[in-house]
């Protein structure tokens, strides 16, 4: 275990996204308050500093996922993004979809401007989520592949149709911030949701569902953004 008395709430964060979620469920902000000593932050909401750094060790080794995604193959993190998150989204866009229909039609007139915008953002969220994984797996993720194969026989990056790799990568970065806004917007739309009081079954799994897709979303980012693009970027350029 390493010594948590030397360390910020941000270096705690930085070693894995096991730890961001550890944080985030001791409600520890390691974000804007990131530079807080660790084992202070945690006496200051009455946890014991050892035994959060236990369970965060304790799940990054069941895990075993997210710190080694930086030296794993390129390949298998990409195989890895498609075949978690990819399938993820294709099958919860739609059933949250269907919820949110089921919803917008029996409680619509109840709230119409809070159902009327989410059903439009969402609609939005969706359809572009779609055409964007759409994107990256039969445009950019194949050559990622390529440049994966490259890297396990030694060799330099194979030559790409869009001059460089980084070329859609920016289009995919700046369609991740755009799915991160409509993100923003359905949390501060059901204000973090927070069930209204006529929420019913479909409602509760319709917030469930969203809070989850945002959660999928936002690793699926992190390893898009922060691991696997940085990487494919630094292997054409070697
Ligand atoms: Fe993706
Ligand atoms: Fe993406």
Same mark, same amino acid.
């Given at each position: ?111 119409? *401007?809070?159902?009327?915008?989410? @059903?439009?953002?969402? %609609?939005?969220?969706?359809? $572009?989520?779609? +055409? &964007?994984? =759409? ?63 006529? *929420?019913?079954?479909?409602?509760? @799994?319709?917030?469930? %569902?969203?809070?989850?897709? $945002?959660?999928? +979303? &936002?690793? =699926? ?18």
């Amino acid at each position: 275990m390493p010594t948590t008395n030397t360390m910020t709430l941000a270096e705690v964060a930085a070693t894995s996204l096991t730890a961001i979620r550890h944080l985030e469920q001791h409600g520890l902000d390691y974000c804007c308050g990131g530079k807080q000593p660790f084992d202070e932050a945690c006496r200051a909401k009455n946890l014991d500093p050892g035994a959060v750094m236990a369970g965060i060790e304790k799940s990054a080794a069941a895990a075993n996922q997210d710190t080694n995604w930086q030296t794993a193959p390129m390949r298998d993190l990409a195989r890895h993004i498609i075949a978690t998150h990819h399938e993820y989204l294709k099958l919860e866009l739609p059933a949250v979809g269907k919820r949110l229909d089921k919803v917008h039609s029996v409680h619509g007139p109840k709230d119409p *401007a809070l159902w009327n915008r989410l @059903a439009e953002v969402y %609609g939005g969220l969706r359809s $572009e989520l779609e +055409l &964007h994984l =759409h994107k990256e797996e039969v445009i950019l993720f194949p050559f990622i592949e390529q440049y994966g194969a490259a890297e396990l026989a030694g060799q330099p990056a194979p030559p790409v149709p869009f001059g460089s790799i980084a070329n859609p990568i920016a289009v995919m970065e700046r369609e991740h911030a755009e799915a991160g806004d409509a993100l923003g917007e359905i949390r501060s739309l059901t204000n973090n949701f927070e069930l209204p009081a006529y *929420a019913c079954t479909t409602v509760r @799994a319709l917030y469930d %569902g969203l809070q989850a897709l $945002e959660a999928d +979303l &936002h690793v =699926h980012i992190h390893l898009e953004n922060n691991i696997l693009f940085p990487r494919a970027i630094a292997f054409e350029r070697r």
